[in-house]
C-alpha cells in the first residue's frame, strides 16, 4: 500500500436501473487503497458490472435509476468529478473490445484518448510506444484493428486504458478472450501495475487463474450483496463451486461431502463416427491484399459423431479456419467440402443449411427488434414449420436460460446475455453441424455448464466444433482436440492423447490447469478425464 487515502470509498451503496424494480445492488461497502488489487467474482447478474460503472461514472451519466449511498475517488465524491477528470483517474477495459475500439489502426487506437488530452504529439508517440513495448505488443503497432483476433483486440484495448496512465483501473473481464499465455502475461501486468502503486479492481470469471497472482483482497457478490470480503483463502470455503469456477482440488474436496452427480453423456463418443461431413484438404488461405499467408497446408475431416475443441494462441488462424466451412472465406489453395460439395461451388445460403456458426463477437450477428423475433429468423429463412420452429425456440431459450428476456431487444443486454442469443439463434435453426466460436466468453461457469450440457445431450446435431481458450471446456466436453499454431495443425487426436503433451501444448501458448494436472494424475484409475465434481468420487481420497 502507498497511501492511506482509500483510491475508492463505497458507503451504503445502493442502485435500481430505472427499467427495473428491484436493486440491482444493495447496501455495498468496500475499500480499495492505492497499490492494491481486488478481484471481484460472483455469477453472471450478481451486481459486479453495476459497480465498476457506478466508479467510472457511467451511473448514474448514462445508466438512469436510482442511487443510494456515497461513492469517493481519493477523497472526493465521484459525482464532484468532470467526466475529463474521471478519464484520467479511471480507467475501464469493458467485458467487449468490440465496443471500446474505435479506429482503423492500432497505433491510432491507443492515442485516441490520448489526443482527446490534446498532449503533444511527441508525447502521445512516446507513450503509446511506451505501452506498447510494456505489453509486449510492439509487432501490432502498424496492424489494422479489423484484421486483428478477438484477444488481439482485448490487449490493445489494455494498452489504450494503460496509456492514458489512470490512478485507478478497472478490467471487466480481461482474460474472456485471451489466450492461456496470454492471460497469465497480462494478470501479471496487472498485479505489477498494482505494486507501482495503481488501485486495481478486476472482475474476472476465471477465478482459478486470478488467484494466481495474490490479489490483496477478494469480494464475493450474489444477488447484488457482498457475501465475503477478505483473503484469498476465505472464498474457497465461502464461494458456491457450482457458479464459481474455484481451483479443481478445492472443488474436489468440496464436491466430495455432496451426492455423485450424473451426467448424461455427450451425443459425441470416440470410436462411434458416421459419414465425413466436412474436409480441409491442403487448404491455404491469405486476403488478397496481404502477403502474409493466414493458414497453411490445412488438412482434417469433420465426422458425424464428432465433438472437436479447436485450441491455439492469439492470431493462430482458428476463426479464419471456422469461418472456411461455412464458406464466408474461401481457400487460396487447396479445397474445402461441405457434404461433399467443395466451397468454391457453393454459396453461404446453401450452406448454413447445414452448419450453423455462432460469431465470436454477439454484435455481429444481433439485429432484431427483440430476443424472439432473433430467433425465429434463421428457421423462417429456412422454412420451418410454425410449430416446430416455436419448439425449438422455446428450447434454445431455455437450454440458455433467457426465457424471460424473450421480448426484450438483444442490443440492450449485456455483453454475456448477448452471447447467450447468439448462441440461441444458430441452436433454433436445428443444423447438422453446430460451430461455436468462443462459446463460454462472459458466462460464469455455472451458464457455461449448463448450455454446453443441454447443447450436447439434445439428440440433433451431428457434430460440434468449438473454438475456445477455456482448456477446462476442451477437456470435459471434448472427443477430439484440433491444436493450430501459426496458421498450422501442430496436433489432430482424442482429448486425452493430445493434452498428455505438455510440451506441445505450451508451445502453442495453452497452459496446464489444475483440473488437467488432476485428470492426467487420476487417469490411470479412471481411464477419462472427468469434471472435478465426479474426480471427487471415482477416486478414493482425493
Same mark, same amino acid.
Given at each position: 500500500?502507498?497511501?492511506?487515502?482509500?483510491?475508492?470509498?463505497?458507503?451504503?451503496?445502493?442502485?435500481?436501473?430505472?427499467?427495473?424494480?428491484?436493486?440491482?445492488?444493495?447496501?455495498?461497502?468496500?475499500?480499495?487503497?492505492?497499490?492494491?488489487?481486488?478481484?471481484?467474482?460472483?455469477?453472471?447478474?450478481?451486481?459486479?458490472?453495476?459497480?465498476?460503472?457506478?466508479?467510472?461514472?457511467?451511473?448514474?451519466?448514462?445508466?438512469?435509476? @436510482?442511487?443510494?449511498?456515497?461513492?469517493?475517488?481519493?477523497?472526493?465524491?465521484? /459525482?464532484? !468529478?468532470?467526466?475529463?477528470? =474521471?478519464?484520467?483517474?479511471?480507467?475501464? *477495459?469493458?467485458?467487449?473490445?468490440?465496443?471500446?475500439?474505435?479506429?482503423?489502426?492500432?497505433? /491510432?487506437?491507443?492515442?485516441?484518448?490520448?489526443?482527446?488530452?490534446?498532449?503533444?504529439?511527441?508525447?502521445?508517440?512516446?507513450?503509446?510506444?511506451?505501452?506498447?513495448?510494456?505489453?509486449?505488443?510492439?509487432?501490432?503497432?502498424?496492424? #489494422?484493428?479489423?484484421? &486483428?483476433?478477438?484477444?488481439?483486440?482485448?490487449?490493445?484495448?489494455?494498452?489504450?486504458?494503460?496509456?492514458?496512465?489512470?490512478?485507478? *483501473?478497472?478490467?471487466?473481464?480481461?482474460?474472456?478472450?485471451?489466450?492461456?499465455?496470454?492471460?497469465?502475461?497480462?494478470?501479471?501486468?496487472?498485479? #505489477?501495475?498494482?505494486?507501482?502503486?495503481?488501485?486495481? *479492481?478486476?472482475?474476472?470469471?476465471?477465478?482459478?487463474?486470478? &488467484?494466481?497472482?495474490?490479489?490483496?483482497?477478494?469480494?464475493?457478490?450474489?444477488?447484488?450483496?457482498?457475501?465475503?470480503?477478505?483473503?484469498?483463502?476465505?472464498?474457497?470455503?465461502?464461494?458456491?463451486?457450482? $457458479?464459481?469456477?474455484?481451483?479443481?482440488?478445492?472443488?474436489?474436496?468440496?464436491?466430495?461431502?455432496?451426492?455423485? +452427480?450424473?451426467?448424461?453423456?455427450?451425443?459425441?463418443?470416440?470410436? !462411434?463416427?458416421?459419414?465425413? &461431413?466436412?474436409?480441409?484438404? /491442403?487448404?491455404?488461405?491469405?486476403?488478397?491484399?496481404?502477403?502474409?499467408?493466414?493458414?497453411?497446408?490445412?488438412?482434417?475431416?469433420?465426422?458425424?459423431?464428432?465433438?472437436?475443441?479447436?485450441?491455439?494462441?492469439?492470431?493462430?488462424?482458428?476463426?479464419?479456419?471456422?469461418?472456411?466451412?461455412?464458406?464466408? *472465406?474461401?481457400?487460396?489453395?487447396?479445397?474445402?467440402?461441405?457434404?461433399?460439395?467443395?466451397?468454391?461451388?457453393? @454459396?453461404?445460403?446453401?450452406?448454413?443449411?447445414?452448419?450453423?456458426?455462432?460469431?465470436?463477437?454477439?454484435?455481429?450477428?444481433?439485429?432484431?427488434?427483440?430476443?424472439?423475433?432473433? =430467433?425465429?429468423?434463421?428457421?423462417?429463412?429456412?422454412?420451418?414449420?410454425?410449430?416446430?420452429?416455436?419448439?425449438?425456440?422455446?428450447?434454445?431459450?431455455?437450454?440458455?436460460?433467457?426465457?424471460?428476456? $424473450?421480448?426484450?431487444?438483444?442490443?440492450?443486454?449485456?455483453?454475456?446475455?448477448?452471447?447467450?442469443?447468439?448462441?440461441?439463434?444458430?441452436?433454433?435453426?436445428?443444423?447438422?453441424?453446430?460451430?461455436?466460436?468462443?462459446?463460454?466468453?462472459?458466462?460464469?461457469?455455472?451458464?457455461?455448464?449448463?448450455?454446453?450440457?443441454?447443447?450436447?445431450?439434445?439428440?440433433?446435431?451431428?457434430?460440434?466444433?468449438?473454438?475456445?481458450?477455456?482448456?477446462?471446456?476442451?477437456? @470435459?466436453?471434448?472427443?477430439?482436440?484440433?491444436?493450430?499454431?501459426?496458421?498450422?495443425?501442430?496436433?489432430?487426436?482424442?482429448?486425452?492423447?493430445?493434452?498428455?503433451?505438455?510440451?506441445?501444448?505450451?508451445?502453442?501458448?495453452?497452459? +496446464?490447469?489444475?483440473?488437467?494436472?488432476?485428470? =492426467?494424475? !487420476?487417469?490411470? @484409475?479412471?481411464?477419462?478425464?472427468?469434471?472435478?465434481?465426479?474426480?471427487? !468420487?471415482?477416486?478414493? /481420497?482425493?
Amino acid at each position: 500500500m502507498t497511501d492511506t487515502q482509500p483510491a475508492i470509498s463505497i458507503r451504503d451503496l445502493t442502485f435500481t436501473y430505472r427499467i427495473r424494480e428491484e436493486p440491482a445492488i444493495h447496501n455495498i461497502n468496500l475499500e480499495l487503497h492505492p497499490g492494491e488489487l481486488m478481484l471481484m467474482v460472483g455469477a453472471s447478474g450478481s451486481g459486479k458490472s453495476t459497480i465498476m460503472r457506478a466508479i467510472n461514472g457511467l451511473i448514474p451519466r448514462t445508466y438512469r435509476g @436510482t442511487m443510494e449511498g456515497s461513492i469517493n475517488l481519493f477523497g472526493k465524491d465521484v /459525482n464532484e !468529478h468532470s467526466m475529463a477528470e =474521471l478519464s484520467q483517474t479511471v480507467g475501464t *477495459l469493458l467485458q467487449d473490445p468490440e465496443r471500446q475500439i474505435v479506429t482503423s489502426k492500432v497505433l /491510432n487506437e491507443v492515442a485516441f484518448g490520448l489526443e482527446n488530452l490534446a498532449l503533444p504529439r511527441e508525447e502521445i508517440l512516446q507513450r503509446v510506444d511506451e505501452t506498447l513495448g510494456y505489453l509486449n505488443i510492439m509487432k501490432l503497432r502498424e496492424r #489494422e484493428t479489423f484484421r &486483428l483476433s478477438g484477444g488481439e483486440k482485448q490487449i490493445v484495448g489494455v494498452a489504450g486504458v494503460l496509456a492514458m496512465r489512470p490512478r485507478i *483501473l478497472l478490467l471487466d473481464e480481461p482474460l474472456a478472450s485471451l489466450d492461456p499465455a496470454s492471460a497469465h502475461e497480462s494478470l501479471r501486468i496487472f498485479r #505489477e501495475l498494482a505494486n507501482q502503486g495503481i488501485a486495481v *479492481l478486476l472482475v474476472e470469471h476465471r477465478v482459478d487463474d486470478a &488467484l494466481a497472482i495474490d490479489p490483496d483482497t477478494v469480494v464475493y457478490l450474489e444477488n447484488g450483496r457482498i457475501v465475503y470480503s477478505g483473503s484469498p483463502d476465505g472464498l474457497m470455503q465461502t464461494a458456491d463451486f457450482h $457458479r464459481v469456477k474455484l481451483p479443481a482440488s478445492v472443488v474436489m474436496q468440496r464436491a466430495k461431502a455432496e451426492p455423485e +452427480p450424473v451426467y448424461k453423456p455427450a451425443v459425441g463418443q470416440v470410436g !462411434h463416427l458416421g459419414e465425413e &461431413l466436412v474436409r480441409f484438404q /491442403n487448404v491455404g488461405f491469405r486476403y488478397s491484399n496481404d502477403t502474409s499467408t493466414i493458414l497453411h497446408d490445412i488438412n482434417f475431416s469433420v465426422r458425424q459423431g464428432d465433438i472437436i475443441a479447436l485450441l491455439g494462441p492469439n492470431g493462430a488462424g482458428k476463426t479464419t479456419l471456422v469461418k472456411h466451412v461455412l464458406g464466408l *472465406l474461401k481457400p487460396t489453395s487447396g479445397e474445402v467440402r461441405l457434404e461433399g460439395v467443395a466451397s468454391k461451388d457453393s @454459396t453461404v445460403a446453401t450452406a448454413a443449411k447445414t452448419v450453423g456458426y455462432v460469431f465470436q463477437n454477439p454484435s455481429q450477428m444481433l439485429f432484431a427488434p427483440s430476443v424472439q423475433e432473433e =430467433l425465429a429468423y434463421g428457421p423462417t429463412n429456412l422454412r420451418h414449420d410454425k410449430a416446430t420452429m416455436e419448439k425449438n425456440i422455446r428450447w434454445a431459450l431455455e437450454t440458455i436460460h433467457m426465457s424471460e428476456y $424473450r421480448d426484450s431487444p438483444p442490443l440492450a443486454l449485456s455483453y454475456g446475455q448477448q452471447k447467450r442469443v447468439s448462441i440461441a439463434s444458430i441452436l433454433a435453426m436445428r443444423s447438422r453441424i453446430l460451430m461455436m466460436d468462443e462459446p463460454t466468453a462472459g458466462q460464469d461457469y455455472w451458464n457455461y455448464r449448463s448450455f454446453m450440457d443441454g447443447i450436447l445431450q439434445m439428440p440433433g446435431f451431428d457434430a460440434v466444433l468449438f473454438i475456445t481458450h477455456d482448456l477446462d471446456l476442451a477437456l @470435459t466436453y471434448a472427443t477430439r482436440i484440433l491444436l493450430l499454431s501459426n496458421g498450422r495443425l501442430a496436433a489432430d487426436g482424442p482429448t486425452a492423447d493430445v493434452l498428455q503433451d505438455e510440451e506441445l501444448l505450451r508451445s502453442c501458448r495453452v497452459l +496446464p490447469t489444475s483440473l488437467l494436472r488432476l485428470n =492426467l494424475q !487420476h487417469l490411470p @484409475t479412471t481411464g477419462r478425464f472427468m469434471r472435478a465434481e465426479q474426480l471427487a !468420487h471415482a477416486v478414493p /481420497n482425493p
